[in-house]
């Protein structure tokens, strides 16, 4: 073994495991505490779970990975899954509700990257300001309401299988590989962690790099609408405050995942790691009976941590 | 264009420059009062100016702790949340002890405490001011949702009703209270050294460093004030209401950001006034209101407020020349 092969395997064992010894380890305490936690039903839920946060969780890597945030993800999804449960009971047709659910996610993503990119506003005021938008929006064309009578062709999107594979995880698996090769093996990817590590280069490139920045909050927004067809199928309603709050958990999985909120420091894997370690927190904490607001505040806890450990890295 | 970016000049052209950012906005409060009184009939009568007033004041309590974070150009989301817990906290005491003032102690202690945690996280553990109150507001939202877990707790004694429904010499004791607090904010931030270093810390954290400010001390300071003024709103808030929940603190922070921001408080730091913060709140205050009684829904609220945080910043922006993509 050379001595360089060494070295970036040193390095990957200083970067890499946080967020796998994370996941073994709650994967243990779990499977040890929670009674039924390690049956083949609760794993498979866990799973068909975080499809949906793993959704919301890859654009907000790339958004964290320009120094960016998206705080408003979690109610422009509420937002989608709302217009598009409207738009698919009153036209019975789930395409054109797919296509509202999208619209709604791609516009509140180009505002966000608008407000961000054009008009300077930092980012994390940018998207509480959206936030409060598509909160409000959700409210006003629901009244309040959840929206019913969602049809069958549409559950079956989150209850169904295809190969024996449900269909979440199909729709996951692929959505995943095509982040994977957009951030990995495009131009467009290459500019990334440029955006957060060193704008300034990207800009003496020649690079527009506000095009850029535009493109990967819509890229968020358009996410949300595609996690809002899965919301939709399965809560088979549209509820004005169903996902209010996810972005934590995506935030959450990001983090925990070694995504460095400060250098443009970003990696895939590892936050599809952090979501299924968000995902089995969630699930091993309700098996033993304690309720969302405990699942809320252990997840706050680990984020933390994260960041404690990542400021550590980058000043030493 | 001299290449030094001073956004804070000499002390005497700067309270000159104060005064012109309040004037504008007291004229847009102006305006928007003449308005109202001209388009309804319920804004402009004795109990409702009284309402504007005592709500103006528990945003202010809250955007005026959160103008000194900003100042040194840190943000405070876990506000709302604090507000819950801090209420929650003095009314089980309260309940359990009947004394107001145990209560009342719990409610500023629980709001300082988890200003000084913020502090510590920002300061010591070396966190991004927004990222790590926002974590800990979801921490402390999912503690006080368990620790209520639903319930209700009202009927409290008068005496501390008071606080937030009586009156001090013909003034509501919150709107009093905004006074007095108004008077030391300004004076703290203004005639202090204290003060002058969070304004120096927000302009130029390194120079202020440099020059002997003890800025970690500071600002795990400022976190604390914001903490403690979320302790007092979160008891005026309880006076009123006459009763906690876990959920009241949940659409308290992007108002009380709005209403800094709208002050003229600048989130790139160093530039903002508790008095430009007095009159955020009114003027937020004064928009809500005049839409509650133009009759439009309350649905309405967030996304009207999401768009003055926006409209603000931007602002701020265009008139103070600095971005986030600061080069």
Redesign the interface.
């Known amino acids: 073994m050379s001595d360089m092969a060494v070295s970036a395997r040193s390095f990957r064992l200083a970067t890499v495991p946080g967020v796998a010894v994370v996941l073994v380890a709650l994967l243990l305490v779990f499977a040890i505490a929670a009674p039924g936690f390690t049956s083949l039903p609760n794993l498979s839920n866990v799973l068909m779970q975080s499809t949906i946060l793993l959704m919301l969780a890859l654009p907000m890597t790339l958004i964290i990975m320009t120094e960016g945030l998206d705080l408003s993800i979690g109610a422009v999804l509420t937002l989608a899954s709302v217009v598009l449960a409207l738009v698919v009971v009153s036209t019975g047709s789930m395409l054109l509700g797919l296509g509202a659910g999208l619209a709604v996610g791609v516009a509140f993503g180009v505002v966000n990257g608008g407000l961000v990119a054009h008009l300077g506003i930092p980012p994390f005021v940018a998207t509480l300001g959206t936030l409060g938008a598509a909160q409000g929006l959700a409210l006003i064309v629901s009244d309040g309401q959840s929206v019913v009578g969602i049809p069958r062709e549409v559950r079956m999107i989150y209850s169904g299988t295809f190969g024996g594979i449900p269909i979440p995880v199909i729709i996951a698996i692929v959505v995943y590989l095509a982040f994977h090769g957009l951030l990995y093996h495009t131009r467009f990817g290459t500019y990334i962690p440029a955006l957060g590590g060193n704008r300034e280069a990207l800009k003496l490139a020649g690079i527009r790099d506000t095009r850029v920045l535009v493109a990967v909050y819509a890229l968020g927004g358009f996410m949300a609408g595609l996690a809002a067809l899965l919301l939709t199928a399965r809560m088979s309603s549209g509820h004005p405050t169903a996902a209010l709050g996810m972005e934590f958990d995506a935030i959450a999985a990001v983090a925990v995942g070694g995504t460095s909120f400060e250098r443009g420091n970003g990696w895939l894997f590892g936050t599809l790691l952090g979501v299924l370690a968000v995902g089995v927190l969630r699930n091993g904490l309700n098996l033993l009976a304690l309720p969302s607001s405990v699942q809320v505040a252990c997840i706050g806890v680990l984020v933390i941590l994260a960041l404690f450990i990542d400021a550590l890295r980058s000043k030493p | 264009m001299s290449t030094l970016d001073i956004r804070r000049p000499a002390p005497a052209f700067a309270v000159s420059q104060d005064l012109v950012r309040l004037a504008y906005r007291l004229l847009a409060a102006g305006l928007i009062c003449l308005a109202l009184s001209l388009t309804t009939d319920a804004f402009l009568s004795f109990a409702n100016i009284i309402n504007v007033l005592r709500q103006a004041s528990l945003l202010f309590f809250m955007a005026s702790g959160l103008t000194l974070v900003i100042l040194t150009g840190g943000?405070d989301?876990s506000i709302g949340a604090n507000i819950a817990l801090s209420a929650c906290l003095a009314a089980t005491v309260m309940k359990a002890t009947g004394s107001p003032w145990l209560g009342g102690l719990v409610g500023l202690g629980t709001g300082t405490l988890v200003g000084l945690v913020n502090g510590v996280?920002v300061t010591s553990?070396?966190?991004?001011a927004?990222?790590?109150t926002?974590?800990?507001?979801?921490?402390?939202?999912?503690?006080?949702?368990?620790y209520m877990?639903g319930e209700t707790i009202h009927g409290f004694p008068p005496e501390f009703r008071a606080l937030g429904s009586g009156y001090l010499w013909g003034v509501p004791v919150p709107v009093f209270l905004m006074v007095v607090f108004l008077a030391i904010g300004s004076i703290f931030t203004q005639r202090t050294t204290y003060g002058q270093q969070i304004y120096a810390i927000g302009a130029n954290p390194v120079a202020a460093h440099l020059s002997g400010i003890p800025v970690m001390k500071r600002l795990v300071l400022v976190y604390a004030i914001s903490g403690a003024m979320a302790g007092l709103a979160s008891l005026v808030f309880l006076a009123r209401l006459n009763s906690a929940e876990?959920d009241i603190g949940d659409s308290l922070t992007?108002p009380a950001?709005a209403a800094a921001l709208i002050g003229g408080a600048s989130?790139f730091g160093g530039v903002g006034t508790v008095s430009g913060t007095l009159i955020g709140a009114l003027i937020l205050t004064l928009v809500l209101n005049g839409m509650n009684i133009l009759g439009v829904?309350a649905?309405?609220?967030?996304?009207?407020?999401?768009?003055i945080?926006?409209f603000a910043?931007?602002i701020d922006?265009k008139t103070g020349g600095r971005?986030?993509?600061k080069?």
């Open positions: 943000l989301l996280l553990l070396r966190i991004p927004f990222i790590a926002y974590g800990t507001m979801w921490i402390i939202h999912g503690l006080t949702y368990y877990a876990g992007l950001i989130l829904s649905n309405w609220q967030p996304l009207v407020t999401g768009a945080v926006i910043v931007w922006i971005s986030s993509e080069a």
